[in-house]
């Protein structure tokens, strides 16, 4: 009579411990999921936005004493670069004036080894045409190597400019290179409004052939400036615009622009 009771038990027993087997089974393999969903969250928290092409840039990265340039001369406002070529100099500046360092250094002293900008334009490049200027000279310094980007294939290769300031570097992009007259116009840095300098713009450049003015327009300009000798009285003017983060023409807040007559 005791051997028919135990067999059932013994039997039910034997029935929880397969379901015991079963559920701890099943426990078991939902371990790995958790884990792996707490993995992928950590490396999606910890997953770092792309960086920009230009932040990985030599050339944009250097840095520049500016300290001790304007203890020589207050008058440095930036400096320019542009690869490939001799330019890497500071860029002097004297407000209404375009011919003190047409005729002086950095040190102040007569000589024709200076870059400048037009005092017309200002000296923050909130101007829309920046008119920066250097001499041609014999030796292949100063701006020189402008007269190089008369060629469409060397303009091609050095597309890049940039212009270093205390307190940001811009990134410039060649768009035009041509020979012209030393008109007054080719200096004008103040402009009706825009729709009149965007008619500049394309009147300034469209006897280079090769010229590339991105489709969405151009907001401010850079010009640099100096002899050429296919004539009597000619410039070499090389143009660019500033891009963005992007790598696009950058835009502007035109809003505090003072539109009206050159100052000159």
């Not at 500016?66 to 490939?84: E, Q, R």
């Not at 007054?184 to 729709?195: I, K, N």
């Not at 907001?219 to 963005?244: H, M, P, Q, V």
Request: with cysteine; hydrophobic share 30%.
């Amino acid at each position: 009579m005791k051997k028919k009771i135990l067999l059932p038990i013994l039997a039910f027993a034997v029935l929880l411990i397969v379901i015991a087997v079963i559920f701890s089974n099943k426990k078991n393999k939902k371990e790995p999921e958790t884990t792996t969903e707490a993995a992928t969250t950590v490396e999606e928290t910890t997953t770092m936005p792309p960086t920009k092409t230009y932040e990985t840039d030599e050339n944009y990265k250097r840095k520049i004493d500016f300290d001790s340039l304007k203890a020589t001369n207050p008058d440095v406002i930036a400096w320019v670069y542009i690869p490939g070529t001799v330019i890497d100099y500071p860029i002097l500046w004297k407000e209404y004036d375009i011919e003190y360092y047409l005729h002086h250094d950095i040190n102040h002293k007569e000589s024709y080894y200076s870059v400048y900008m037009d005092g017309y334009s200002n000296s923050d490049f909130s101007t829309l045409n920046n008119i920066i200027y250097g001499h041609h000279m014999k030796d292949g310094k100063m701006f020189t190597d402008i007269t190089k980007f008369k060629d469409e294939n060397f303009f091609k290769e050095h597309r890049m400019i940039y212009i270093y300031t205390p307190n940001k570097t811009y990134r410039l992009k060649t768009f035009a290179a041509l020979y012209s007259d030393s008109a007054p116009e080719r200096r004008q840095t103040y402009f009706d409004d825009m729709d009149y300098f965007h008619k500049y713009v394309d009147r300034m450049t469209e006897k280079c052939k090769f010229r590339d003015i991105p489709a969405s327009g151009i907001d401010k300009i850079w010009s640099f400036i100096t002899c050429s000798y296919e004539g009597d009285d000619t410039r070499t003017i090389l143009y660019a615009y500033e891009l963005n983060d992007d790598d696009e023409p950058q835009r502007y807040d035109l809003s505090g622009i003072d539109f009206g007559a050159d100052h000159r």
